[in-house]
């Protein structure tokens, strides 16, 4: 394998920082409970990419580990999640956030 | 010499609380009586122990502490339960608890038929405990709780009868302005405590001149933040207004908290501090003009009161004043003589108004009381003796407590604040004889239903009355010169406030001189009783029947009318209005407007706040991302 | 390395024990029992004694395991047994509790041990990665404790708003860690205090945003403003013990992962960070006690008050130093023991599935119900810190510790606030004792265990007011770890 394509590092952290602003701004404008979590997921991984990106400037695993580690977590909140949003589409029809507010003041 | 047992002073009305919350309504009434009054007797009983005690010993070992526990220590600061028995504290536990015991018994006929009794008299225990601990605390920590104790339970007993929504919202317009003063407070003694490292009174006062610069910012402001916590609770400008609210609570509740014991707590402090305020000369100064401003202002406002005890408790702040004019000026011991005083002939006046009160199926309005001299001649005999002593007359108690005061202002060069005072005493004369007048002489307006039910109190009432009658009268006897260089009550303090603390600051005056204060301020009051008798005192019905049997009288009698009426609309007349004006506009437009305002403003935030609080999750992410943007911009502008 | 040999098992044994507790309760369930067995609690509290008991048999020693990661001293010690506590708390108010409201205990009983295991993780970590993990593992498991009556709209309404704000902060964490990565190159905190000591670079703005998105995702668990406003709403639709447990633990745990951070990692940074904890103490504070004043539900009171609590904890986090850190951790152990209490006397309240948790629910129980009336009364003084009680040492150590440091302006704000916040705990004693119920008054469970949770939480609060220097002295101890 040839040595590998030496993109530099601001690439990989504007593009990581992009993702995690459309995350953001995901979770911002979306209604749908169900997309808003896409989303947050989205901010996720635009960490673990920071995360692989740093990795490879700073030459250490450690980085690298880590994302596994993240990935594990973020498996585990999707099975959470998905399961708190379907409960709640059960009682009400809706998983719209603009539809839930029964508690609030 | 054994040590006299501080600690069961007030742990004697605390057990009181827990037996009664144990034995709950098993006790029945005759019980319940028996323990709450027993359990303050006994506390008595081991103060005058304790004082004798403390009076046995030489001058300069009058000073006793004990160290009931300790309550934490961290480093260098400690703070302990302790008691401190000293010269101060002995006066303070004996007025609280011997003028607490008589109230107590008052209130076992008082309440007789109330169906809360036994939460009645729970509530006093436990602000028995709570004011002792006050008054017998050696370090302010422990003082403050005592200083919180008291507050609430003043504010259960205002709300006693919750049920009267007057009664639930004085409670908690007293619990509010209470509030801003404990802010000052706890100011306070952070200050103290960062400065000075401790808030025991021997290490406190000790450190403080060392800690301190005379005269400087940091031991102004720390003792501005004191006297403004003794304003809450003492009922000073500009936290005054809640006490005649209080008055919605039970008359004896009136008596122990709100004239005779806790509404004093903030003299007792400010005495207690008295080594510290002396370091900041502005402080004092303040003290002053704040007392004799309240002393005169709440006594125009007594002016024009028709409910009895609301008389009474503008009344009780002006004499307040006067306290805490005489801590102004430097006279400490005035201050706490005039505390003792007032004490009895105060505590006298409500329960005498309880009684009429009790004795007219609840009527608290002047204008339907009169001629209650005959049908309740003890009552009437004790009131008259408690007026006399209040305007000050000699040889009743007030007279020698308010003469001091304002000798004190006189000699320490206070001649603004001295005819304040004077000013007020005149006052003081003439609204308290115009109740007297009002309740006791003259034609009765009582009403029909009122005059069938009316009957003097039960012994139970009497006996109380009759005891603070004799202490009205004698109690300002051990003000007597009999030596000089102070007389006896001043020489007992003296170890407190130091030689001659009271008049350190005062140049000597010739014996000319005070003969003649003395004399101005007793004319003063017989001014006041004199106005008083002429406005309130006439007859129709006399003038009536002289008129028609000496029609040559009778002209002397209109022209005596003529004064009358010209007395009236020259003094009286302005006076009254003025002061219904001032009452009107500046306590329920301006104060309450305040005190109200700071409420209202408060929920106003929150209601605006709770809006934010939309339930959206949008909304939430929203502003949570907002702080985060808010925090990158901080950041950016570095 | 370290050999995976010489790991001090004594010092892992709270991992073990929760976790094997955790499994345990999952695989009883091939055992039925009845909806009264009282097994998950029992097998629940035994995992808790077991795990506060190998950290106290190791309490005087100091471990560095898994490569320095995850650290045994003093102050992991202190939290340890308070989370320890505040579960076995917790365990104890829901005994009857869960049967009341048919929850399923197993799982019930195992989140709960889960999400201890998550808080003890985040206060042991030395790592940015192990705190993050710990973070997720209570996280993860309060979601689902906090939407655990499934049938009620509330408590699922909730669980989600809980979960998709506290996912939304955890992305904000984890970018903040990711960047401080970047910065340091390191996510260990010793390593990253060694590599800022003395460096230049201490204006690198990966550095400053990463620091500061670390905040915002702890903010967010702590409930500091303006990331709180999760909390009423989750704390109000939770379960009532689950709010309890979670106002106590995971506030803690947010706190004490912050005061390591803050501490181990990043004094180097203290001005920046200062002036910005100064705004968001006083803000929260405020916030906090303002809102509160006007809720007629009392748990949503409390929430309000939790929030102000947080505030109060920040205080002392801005005075900093060793006093300052001392207090905000004996701070947060009082106002624990304080709020469990509360809590577990508003799970009291009410017969089968029906919760009534409004301020005039209380009405009449003053006399109905002395003993409870009395305890509740406690607890609303030492929460708005009146002496003799436990919350006012608690406040005064930190305003004590935040004078000290010269923050007199945030102790104003602070005295403030406490003399605002008395005003609407006192509304419970007045609910209390001077009002009429409407009806009949509220029925009070009187479930032994969970009076036996109120009764200590009772006692601790009024000993510690009168005899705090002993838990003061540890607290000072615990912090002497992170020095």
């Given amino acids: 394998m040839s040595a590998p394509m030496a993109v530099p590092l601001s690439w990989m952290l504007a593009l990581s920082g992009v993702v995690f602003v459309i995350g953001l701004i995901g979770v911002l404008v979306r209604r749908n409970a169900l997309v808003i979590f896409m989303s947050i997921e989205l901010m996720l991984n635009a960490a673990n990419l920071a995360f692989v990106a740093f990795a490879r400037q700073l030459d250490s695993l450690d980085g690298q580990v880590f994302v596994f580690f993240v990935m594990t977590v973020a498996a585990a909140e999707v099975a959470i999640g998905l399961a708190i949003i379907v409960n709640v589409f059960r009682l009400r029809e809706t998983v719209y956030v603009d539809e839930i507010n029964l508690l609030k003041g | 010499m054994t040590l006299p047992l501080l600690w069961i002073i007030p742990a004697l009305p605390l057990g009181a609380v827990a037996l009664s919350l144990l034995l709950g309504d098993r006790l029945g009434r005759r019980g319940t009586a028996w323990l709450a009054c027993g359990a303050v007797g006994a506390s008595f009983a081991f103060a005058v122990r304790a004082a004798l005690a403390l009076a046995a010993r030489p001058e300069e070992g009058r000073s006793i502490t004990e160290v009931a526990y300790r309550w ?40 007789a038929h109330d169906p809360s009794f036994r939460r009645f008299f729970l509530y006093l225990n436990l602000f028995m405990f709570a004011m002792l601990t006050l008054v017998l605390a050696d370090n302010l920590l422990l003082l403050f709780v005592g200083w919180e104790g008291v507050g609430l339970c003043s504010y259960l007993l205002i709300g006693f009868w919750y049920t009267k929504p007057s009664a639930a919202e004085a409670g908690k317009k007293a619990f509010i302005v209470n509030r801003i003063g404990d802010f000052g407070f706890l100011l306070g003694m952070l200050a103290l405590v960062t400065w000075t490292g401790s808030l025991q009174y021997d290490a406190l006062f000790s450190a403080a001149p060392q800690a301190f610069v005379a005269g400087g910012i940091a031991i102004t402001v720390a003792t501005l933040l004191l006297f403004l916590g003794a304003t809450g609770k003492s009922a000073q400008i500009p936290l005054y207004t809640w006490l005649p ?98 004490a009895f002939f105060k505590a006298l006046l409500f329960l005498g108004a309880g009684s009429v009160i009790h004795a007219l199926s609840d009527e608290q309005d002047l204008r339907r009381m009169g001629g209650l001299a005959k049908k309740l001649p003890w009552t009437h005999a004790t009131m008259l003796v408690a007026t006399i002593a209040i305007a000050g007359i000699p040889p009743f108690a007030g007279f020698f407590s308010k003469d001091e005061i304002l000798h004190g202002a006189f000699a320490s060069g206070h001649y603004g604040v001295w005819a304040v005072g004077l000013l007020g005493a005149i006052l003081t004369a003439f609204y308290m004889f115009r109740l007297y007048v009002l309740a006791f002489r003259g034609g009765s307006r009582v009403s029909h239903e009122a005059e069938h039910h009316l009957h003097e109190s039960p012994p139970s009432m009497i006996v109380p009355l009759f005891v603070l009658a004799i202490l009205s009268l004698i109690g300002g006897w051990i003000g007597l010169p009999f030596q000089r260089g102070g007389h006896p009550f001043e020489r007992w303090l003296e170890p407190v406030f130091g ?15 005070e003969w003649l ?50 007395l009236d609309a020259l003094v009286v007349m302005p006076l009254y209005r003025a002061s219904q004006r001032l009452w009107r506009f500046w306590d329920e437009k301006i104060v309450d407007g305040a005190v109200n305002g700071v409420g209202f403003l408060f929920e106003g935030f929150s209601v605006g706040l709770r809006l934010f609080q939309t339930g959206f999750v949008g909304t939430y992410a929203l502003f949570l991302t907002l702080g985060a943007v808010a925090l990158l911009l901080h950041f950016l502008r570095q | 390395m370290t050999p995976l040999i010489d790991v001090d098992w004594w010092a892992l044994g709270p991992g073990l024990a929760l976790s094997g ?184 703005p990966l550095l ?53 951070l803050a501490l181990v990692a990043l004094p180097d940074l203290q001005a920046s960070w200062k002036p910005v ?75 089968d599935q029906d919760e009534p948790v409004l301020l005039s629910d209380l009405a009449g129980l003053g006399f109905k119900n002395p003993a409870l009336a009395f305890a509740l009364t406690i607890f609303m003084l030492s929460l708005g810190g009146i002496p003799p009680t436990a919350g006012f040492m608690g406040k005064f150590y930190v305003f ?48 032994i265990p969970a009076v036996i949770g109120v009764v200590v939480s009772l006692a601790l609060t009024l000993w510690w007011g009168l005899q705090a220097h002993a838990l003061l002295e540890q607290a000072q101890r615990s912090v002497l770890g992170l020095m």
């Fill in chain 3, 208 to 260: 400053l945003m990463g620091g500061l998105l670390v905040l915002v995702g702890l903010g967010f668990k702590v409930a500091a403003v303006p990331f709180h406003m999760w909390t009423p709403d989750a704390y109000e639709g939770a379960p009532t013990t689950v709010t309890g447990y979670m106002s106590a633990g995971a506030k803690a745990a947010g706190f004490a992962a912050l005061l390591r």
């Fill in chain 2, 499 to 513: 030689a001659g603390g009271a008049h350190g600051t005062m140049r000597p005056l010739s014996p000319m001189i």
């Fill in chain 2, 245 to 342: 609210d209080a008055m919605e609570g039970p008359t004896p509740v009136s008596a122990l908290i709100h004239a005779a014991t806790m509404v004093t707590a903030g003299v007792y402090m400010v005495a207690r501090c008295h080594s510290l305020f002396q370091l900041a000369p502005i402080s004092l100064e303040v003290v002053a003009v704040v007392g004799a401003a309240t002393a005169l202002f709440a006594a125009t406002i007594g002016l024009a009161q028709n409910d009895i005890k609301r008389v009474l408790a503008y009344s009780t702040i002006s004499q307040l004043g006067y306290m805490f004019m005489a801590c102004g000026v430097g006279a400490f011991g005035a201050g706490i003589f005039h505390l003792m005083t007032h």
């Fill in chain 3, 400 to 447: 004590r510790a935040a004078v000290q440091a010269g923050q007199i302006p945030l102790v104003i704000v602070g005295v403030l606030n406490s003399v605002v916040s008395i005003f609407y705990y006192l509304r419970v004693t007045v609910a209390l004792y001077m009002e009429e119920p409407a009806g009949e008054p509220t029925a009070v469970s009187r479930s």
């Fill in chain 3, 277 to 351: 904890l100064i705004a968001i103490a006083a803000l929260t504070m405020t916030v906090g006690n303002v809102t509160a004043l006007l809720q007629t539900n009392l748990k949503r009171m409390l929430a309000y008050s939790s929030i102000a609590h947080a505030g109060y904890v920040l205080v002392a986090v801005v005075a900093g130093g060793n006093e300052g850190a001392a207090a905000a951790v004996f701070y947060l152990a009082i106002y624990s023991l304080m709020n469990l209490g509360a809590f577990g006397i508003v799970a009291l309240l009410g017969r």
């Fill in chain 3, 21 to 204: 507790g955790a499994m345990l309760l999952m695989l009883l369930e091939f055992v039925p029992a009845g909806r009264n067995s009282s097994r998950g609690a029992l097998v629940a509290l035994a995992s808790l004694l077991a795990a506060a008991a190998c950290v106290w048999r190791v309490h005087e020693v100091k471990r560095a395991l898994f490569d320095g990661m995850f650290v045994h001293d003093t102050f992991t010690v202190f939290f340890t047994l308070l989370f320890c506590g505040i579960a076995a708390l917790s365990v104890l108010l829901s005994w009857d509790y869960v049967k009341r409201m048919r929850i399923n205990q197993a799982e019930y009983y195992a989140l709960l041990l889960a999400a201890t295991l998550g808080m003890i993780v985040m206060s042991a970590s030395n790592d940015l990665i192990t705190i993050f993990l710990g973070l997720e593992l209570m996280s993860l498991a309060l979601y689902v404790l906090v939407g655990f009556r499934r049938s009620r709209l509330e408590s699922n309404e909730a669980a989600m708003k809980y979960f998709l704000l506290g996912a939304f902060a955890s992305g904000f964490l984890l970018y903040g860690i990711a960047l401080l990565y970047g910065a340091t190159g390191t996510t260990h905190l010793e390593r990253m205090a060694a590599f800022l000591a003395g460096s230049p670079l201490l204006s690198n």
């Fill in chain 2, 517 to 566: 204060l003395i004399e101005v301020s007793v004319v003063a009051a017989l001014l006041g009783i004199v106005f008083a008798f002429r406005a309130y005192l006439k007859d129709p019905s006399l003038a009536t029947r002289l008129r028609e049997r000496w029609p040559a009288v009778h002209r002397m009698l209109v022209h005596k009318y003529w004064v009358d009426e010209g």
């Fill in chain 2, 72 to 111: 934490m220590q961290v480093g260098d600061f400690s703070a302990n339960v302790a008691f401190l028995l000293d010269p101060l504290s002995a006066v303070m536990i004996l007025v609280v608890t011997g003028v607490g015991f008589l109230i107590h018994v008052y209130s076992t006929g008082y309440m």
